[in-house]
């Protein structure tokens, strides 16, 4: 007769001590470069435009996230009123303000200067 012993075969290998941690040591390393090359750059970048926004003066030139340049006229808590044209003055939320017109000029001409 055949034994029951006999018919499992042999047992599966102890498992090597630390394996299951070393199998999370790859997904450390990839969480740690993504902080560095993603998180931390871009909590960087949302510090700096929060210092921007914070200095903000009467007479700045500033660009809003929809394209419009303007000189800054009026402050408020929350608000900045432009003038975008002659006698054409409007009133935007802080958050919209991007860059000051100095940064949008300096970004409009690198890339003609690549050009050629």
Known sequence: ???LAHA?????????PGGQLMSFVPLVLIFIV????????QQKKAK????????IKKDDEVVT????YGVVTGLTENAVTLQ???????KV????ILMS???AKKQSEAPAKKGG
């Open 1 to 3: 007769m055949f034994s």
């Open 8 to 16: 499992a075969g042999e047992a599966a290998p102890a498992a090597a």
């Open 34 to 41: 993504f902080y560095f090359l993603i998180i931390r750059p």
């Open 48 to 55: 700096d435009h929060q210092a921007f926004l914070a200095n």
């Open 65 to 68: 996230s929809g394209g419009l």
């Open 84 to 90: 975008i044209a002659e006698g054409v003055r409007v």
């Open 93 to 96: 939320g802080r958050a919209h």
């Open 101 to 103: 017109g100095m940064e």
